[in-house]
């Protein structure tokens, strides 16, 4: 007689495949827990996101930092960067009123978290259309956004310690992008598609890498980022043709 089941005996309607089947996936970390985890293991975010893929909290997040970063701009120095870039295109700027600046300082903040919330549905878009319906995988547009949500918190927090520097500089605009380290270049089309390649950006689109890894495992993190630092660039070399340097 078989008496193994006897001397260890499974709780009354609980066998072992069953038992697996019921035990609940493993809870998603909480938003601030996921943020820092963007920084330090994206990996294991990226996994929990593709079970759990909440993504307002996230985007909510990096748009109030970008927001928070233009607010404390003062107005002088877009109206500065404003009049400057009128000069060079051969323009008179004239000069703003008070009131002007009043309205500069509470509509550049709303603008811009408006901007990264579109962009963030926009992107994830894009990246759907790249992974899910071009390369087959299984991610989906939810998916996606809760990937580039996450992310994109690189560059709201870092832009948010380049401020003091965007003020001391009066440069609104300056980033820490590839032009950076290309001073020796002529200035022209190439040093403008540098500039348009931000690092933050590039560091975000490697945690979506892994999360498109996540996502098809079938496909190596390596492919993935090859994609995806190619669309940046595809918008930097496109974007250097339409803004002038």
Request: aromatic share 10%.
């Given at each position: 007689?078989?008496?193994?089941?006897?001397?260890?005996?499974?709780?009354?309607?609980?066998?072992?495949?069953?038992?697996?089947?019921?035990?609940?996936?493993?809870?998603?970390?909480?938003?601030?827990?996921?943020?820092?985890?963007?920084?330090?293991?994206?990996?294991?975010?990226?996994a929990a996101l593709v079970e759990s893929p909440r993504w307002l909290g996230?985007?909510?997040?990096?748009?109030?930092?970008?927001a928070l970063q233009m607010g404390l701009m003062p107005a002088e120095v877009f109206a500065e960067s404003q009049r400057q870039a009128a000069l060079d295109a051969g323009r008179d700027f004239p000069e703003l009123s008070e009131r002007a600046l009043m309205v500069i300082r509470i509509v550049t903040p709303i603008v811009t978290a408006a901007s990264t919330i579109v962009l963030s549905f926009l992107?994830?878009?894009?990246?759907?259309?790249?992974?899910?319906?071009?390369?087959?995988?299984?991610?989906?547009?939810?998916?996606?956004?809760?990937?580039?949500?996450?992310?994109?918190?690189?560059?709201?927090?870092?832009?948010?310690?380049?401020?003091?520097?965007?003020?001391?500089?009066?440069?609104?605009?300056?980033?820490?992008?590839?032009?950076?380290?290309m001073y020796f270049l002529p200035d022209g089309y190439l040093l403008q598609v540098l500039r348009f390649l931000d690092l933050t950006q590039l560091w975000s689109s490697l945690v979506v890498?892994?999360?498109?890894?996540?996502?098809?495992r079938?496909?190596?993190?390596?492919?993935?980022?090859?994609?995806?630092?190619?669309?940046?660039?595809?918008f930097a070399l496109v974007l250097a043709r339409l803004v002038p340097s």
């Open positions: 007689m078989d008496t193994r089941d006897e001397a260890h005996p499974m709780p009354e309607g609980m066998d072992g495949p069953e038992h697996h089947a019921q035990t609940p996936a493993p809870s998603l970390p909480s938003l601030p827990s996921r943020l820092l985890a963007v920084f330090v293991s994206p990996g294991t975010l990226t996230a985007l909510l997040v990096s748009a109030a930092l970008v992107f994830a878009g894009i990246y759907t259309f790249v992974f899910a319906f071009v390369l087959g995988d299984e991610g989906g547009y939810r998916r996606y956004l809760a990937m580039v949500t996450h992310a994109w918190f690189i560059p709201a927090l870092v832009g948010l310690f380049l401020t003091p520097l965007r003020i001391s500089t009066a440069d609104p605009q300056l980033s820490l992008n590839l032009a950076s380290f890498a892994q999360g498109a890894h996540a996502i098809d079938t496909r190596s993190f390596g492919s993935a980022a090859a994609i995806l630092i190619g669309i940046v660039l595809a």
